[in-house]
């Protein structure tokens, strides 16, 4: 009698411990699920800020190499200074929000 008893709860244990297994490998699952979704989201946000930055150094570039190339008092280089302190300022609003 206490044979098939201990049989009996061996089995109960081993099915107790294969379903926690299952849950935990689920959970893990979930996790690793979130944490590559919120490396995406910041890989895609570097991206754009990237992008707009170097757009942003392109334009000023541009702008001071063909347009203002015959302003002598330097406004090119305000109008470059100011475009990229924008962009910092909306960049660093935006990773504080998050």
Do not use: P, W
Request: glycine letters at 6%.
């Amino acid at each position: 009698m206490e044979r098939k008893r201990n049989k009996k709860q061996k089995k109960q244990k081993q099915k107790q411990t294969k379903k926690r297994g299952e849950s935990f490998h689920l959970v893990d699952f979930v996790n690793y699920v979130r944490i590559i979704i919120i490396v995406c989201v910041y890989v895609y946000v570097c991206m754009c800020v990237c992008v707009c930055v170097c757009v942003c150094v392109c334009v000023c570039m541009y702008n001071v190499m063909i347009g203002y190339r015959d302003d002598n008092d330097g406004d090119g280089f305000a109008v470059c200074v100011t475009a990229a302190a924008v962009v910092v300022v909306v960049v660093i609003c935006s990773i504080g929000q998050e």
